[in-house]
C-alpha cells in the first residue's frame, strides 16, 4: 500500500494449514506442492491406463506406459522449499530458463519482448479520480466496525473478487501534523508507527507529486498471513481548501520483479485525505479508502475479519503517532 494497510488455484486441503512445529496456522500461499508419486524409474505402474490395453505377449514399451508429470495442488505461482519463487521457471525440454531483465527466455533462447511502458502518471491521475468518487458516493455502503477513533464500512468492489473499505475518523491534530505521519515518501515516519508497514522505498521519482513506490509488510493476524509486498505508484496532491491526498494503485516496474520471500498483493484504487475542519484548526478529519488484494490463498473469511480490524488499529496507532508528534 502506498497509503493502504501495506498493510490468497486450488490448496492441497481446503482448511488453513497447520504448523508441525508450534501449532500455528500458516498462510497457504507458503506450503510446499503436493508431492509427486514416486515409483522405480523403468518399472510400468500398474495405474497407468497404456499398460492395461498392451496385447497378450507383445513387447512392453516404456514410453507406452510412462505416467504424466504429476500436477501441482497449487496452479497460481508455484512454490520451492516452501516458499513461493519470485518467478516460476519454465521448463522446456530438459533446459530451465529463468526471467531475465529484458524479457522471458523462450524455449528457443530467444528474449520475449518486455512489458510495455506504463503511464505511472495517468494512472496515479486516475486513481485519486476514483477514490474522488468514492468519497462523493455514500450509497451502498455497510457498516462493519465502530471505535472511538474511526468507523470503518464496506462495500463490494468493482475493480476485483474483494472489497473497497471506508474508514472516517477525526484527529486531534492540524492537518499538517498528520500528513507529516502519513505521507508517502522515503525515511518518512510512517514505518515508525505503523505495525503494517516494514519497509517503504521509492523506486521511481516520476515528477514532484508521483512515484514508484515499493510496501513490505510484516506476517499478520498470528502469522495466517505471511509477508507481503506491493508495488504502487502514488500521486500526492493538495486541494485549494487545505485537503491534502495521497492516491495509490497497484503497477509494475522493471526494477520490482516479485521476491521469493513475500507474496505480491495488489492495492487496487485507494487512499487518504486529510481534510480541515472549519473553526477547529487543531482537528483533522481523515477519510481513507482501502481496496487490496492480498493474493495467495487464504480463506475469505480470514480477509474479511483482518481488515476491518487492521484499519482500526491503523487509527489508533497514527493518534499515537501524532501525540508524539506533537510533544
Request: aromatic fraction near 8%; glycine fraction near 8%; hydrophobic fraction near 35%.
Amino acid at each position: 500500500m502506498s497509503l493502504l494497510l501495506t498493510f490468497f488455484t486450488q490448496p492441497c486441503n481446503s482448511a488453513p494449514p497447520l504448523d508441525a512445529e508450534d501449532g500455528a496456522f500458516r498462510d497457504e500461499s507458503l506450503q510446499p506442492a503436493c508431492p509427486p508419486l514416486l515409483r522405480a524409474v523403468g518399472t510400468p505402474s500398474i495405474s497407468d491406463e497404456s499398460s492395461k490395453i498392451l496385447a497378450p505377449g507383445a513387447p512392453w514399451r516404456p514410453e507406452a506406459t510412462q505416467a504424466p508429470s504429476p500436477r501441482r495442488c497449487l496452479s497460481r505461482e508455484p512454490t520451492r522449499g516452501g516458499r513461493r519463487e519470485a518467478a516460476a521457471p519454465q521448463v522446456r525440454g530438459r533446459r530451465r530458463h529463468r526471467p531475465t531483465g529484458r524479457g522471458l527466455l523462450t524455449g528457443g533462447g530467444r528474449a520475449a519482448p518486455p512489458c510495455p511502458a506504463m503511464d505511472y502518471a495517468g494512472l496515479a491521475e486516475a486513481a485519486a479520480a476514483k477514490i474522488g468518487q468514492y468519497r462523493q458516493d455514500p450509497s451502498g455502503w455497510r457498516g462493519c466496525r465502530s471505535t472511538s477513533e474511526v468507523v470503518v464500512s464496506w462495500r463490494p468492489s468493482a475493480e476485483f473478487s474483494g472489497n473497497v473499505y471506508r474508514a472516517e475518523g477525526t484527529v486531534a491534530a492540524c492537518p499538517e501534523d498528520v500528513w507529516e505521519c502519513i505521507k508517502p515518501v522515503a525515511g518518512g515516519l510512517r514505518t515508525k508507527w505503523d505495525q503494517n508497514v516494514k519497509d517503504f522505498e521509492v523506486v521511481e521519482a516520476v515528477s514532484d507529486a508521483v512515484s514508484v513506490c515499493r510496501t513490505t509488510t510484516p506476517s499478520a493476524f498470528m502469522r495466517i498471513i505471511s509477508p507481503r509486498e506491493f508495488v504502487d505508484v502514488v500521486l500526492m496532491k493538495q486541494y485549494e481548501d487545505g485537503t491534502m491526498l495521497s492516491a495509490a494503485t497497484n503497477v509494475e516496474h522493471p526494477q520490482c520483479p516479485p521476491q521469493p520471500n513475500f507474496v505480491r498483493g495488489l492495492n487496487y484504487p485507494c487512499g487518504c485525505f486529510c481534510i480541515p475542519l472549519p473553526g477547529e484548526p487543531d482537528k483533522t478529519q481523515l477519510l481513507s479508502f482501502f481496496q487490496t488484494d492480498l493474493g495467495g490463498y487464504l480463506p475469505q473469511t480470514v480477509v474479511d475479519s483482518f481488515f476491518p480490524a487492521s484499519i482500526a488499529g491503523f487509527y489508533s496507532n497514527l493518534t499515537k503517532a501524532v501525540k508524539a508528534l506533537k510533544a
